[in-house]
């Protein structure tokens, strides 16, 4: 399955809010489809089939829409999510939380994180278009890994990044309060300031709530 390009309104309606997909919100409160969300009087010509395991269903489902959750946010594809958990697999600890740390210390999430770009669809498309430094360098790799004391800066407007990035996405965003793993300075004579990654991830100070747990069983069988 391919990175998700369609209408991102209709994801967040499913899946509840995903700020790193998009900031939208929508004025409708059921689910997408013909009907929305079934009444609970309700049942489908598939609920009614006689030899159905309801409860291997629900619990089916339960762990898709987490991995969807994860996936739709951090904008990554099927193989890459996969991939994560392999490796996470093969390091100590919990594999939830260290597939965690690894897409949090991803560039892309990093820029978002850091209030540089409203959501990490846009983050991506900032590194990818070489507007990021990481250490004073170029980086164009949304996958890169970013490191402890690892400083992120947008090249100034000199070196061709528009005036949007800076002013409308990044202080119009003051009050709400950064990731605790991370650290933003301002510099003189430099309007946007740096980030700085200034230790691992604090799990607890992150917007996107999701059970990790499901994420893994799901894979389980995959692995």
């Known amino acids: 399955m391919s990175r998700f ?16 997909l998009t900031t939208k919100e929508s004025a409708r409160k059921n689910t997408p489809g013909q009907h929305g969300k079934l009444s609970p009087g309700r049942k489908t010509n598939k609920q009614r089939g006689k030899n159905r395991n309801k409860k291997e269903k ?3 489902t339960a762990r898709l829409e987490e991995k969807q959750k994860l ?11 996969l ?19 690894f897409l949090e210390m ?8 850091l209030r540089f ?20 360098k170029s980086v164009n790799i949304p996958s890169y890994k970013c490191q402890v004391n690892d400083i992120i800066n947008i090249k100034d407007k000199k070196t061709g990044l528009q005036k949007s990035y800076s ?8 009050n709400t309060l950064l990731a605790s793993h991370l650290t933003f300075k301002k510099v003189p004579g430099n309007f ?21 747990r499901l994420i893994v069983e799901y894979y389980s069988r995959k692995i």
């Open 5 to 20: 390009i369609g209408p991102r309104v209709k994801i967040i309606r499913r899946l509840g809010k995903l700020p790193g």
């Open 58 to 60: 629900k619990q089916y």
């Open 71 to 81: 996936r739709y946010h951090y904008g990554i594809t099927e193989r890459q999510l």
């Open 83 to 101: 991939n994560y958990i392999r490796r996470a697999k093969k390091l100590k600890g919990s594999t939830g939380n260290v597939l965690l740390e």
């Open 106 to 113: 991803r560039l892309d999430c990093i820029v978002f994180r």
């Open 117 to 136: 770009a409203p959501t990490i669809v846009a983050a991506r498309q900032m590194v990818t278009h070489r507007h990021i430094l990481v250490n004073t």
């Open 167 to 174: 002013t409308n996405r990044l202080f119009g965003r003051q």
């Open 192 to 212: 946007e300031g740096s980030g700085i990654v200034r230790q691992k991830i604090n799990q607890k100070s992150l917007s996107l709530k999701i059970n990790k």
